[in-house]
């Protein structure tokens, strides 16, 4: 698994989920972040699906960050995901990826999909660096524009996970620990 570089200042927030009064942060962040923004009808459509879920990044009493994702069989599908102007590149857009990952297991759902925008390019270098994978590229994927996106994936690794603890453990037997 790669890790990400941490910025100089790191933001520590809580992740919770989102409820309906965050929405005029949520929305706030979302037009801040987009060109093509949805608007609160989307979010409370998606939203009001069974299988999807809304979490929101606090920091203090501010919602810095949000995510909206739905439950497959067996993969967790980002929908919409992003961190206020003013906080990124200080760790909240990891700690959520952090947050999602947990949710993982080689028994359920072992996998995260989702799409960037082929010209959102701080996006899919964030998801690279937190693990993802571009796998595709889905074109004329986005109505409002009719541009291309790419679709990305990030995958539990058990084997990897394996190695990690095998080296962590060798290492601190190596140092008394």
């Known amino acids: 698994m790669s ?12 992740i919770r989920w989102m409820i309906r009064r965050d929405m005029p942060e949520v929305l706030a962040i979302e037009h801040a972040s987009f060109e093509y923004p949805r608007c609160e009808e989307e979010f409370l459509r998606v939203l009001r699906q069974r299988n999807c879920i809304g979490m929101v990044a606090e920091h203090g009493e501010r919602i810095v960050g949000f995510m909206i994702y739905e439950l497959h069989r067996n993969k967790i599908h980002v929908l919409d995901f992003a961190t206020h102007p003013e906080f990124r590149r200080r760790g909240v857009g990891r700690q959520m990826i952090a947050k999602l990952v947990a949710k993982l297991s080689t028994q359920r759902r072992n996998r995260i999909a989702l799409s960037v925008r082929e010209t959102n390019l701080a996006g899919q270098l964030f998801f690279r660096v937190t693990g993802f ?28 996970l394996e190695e990690e603890r095998v080296t962590t453990n060798r290492i601190a037997k190596q140092y008394g620990g």
Not at 3 to 14: A, D, G, K, Y
């Open 3 to 14: 890790t990400v570089p941490t910025s100089p200042v790191q933001t520590r927030v809580h």
């Open 133 to 160: 994978r571009a796998t595709d590229v889905l074109r004329e994927h986005y109505a409002d524009s009719g541009e291309d996106a790419y679709l990305m994936h990030y995958h539990l690794d058990e084997s990897l």
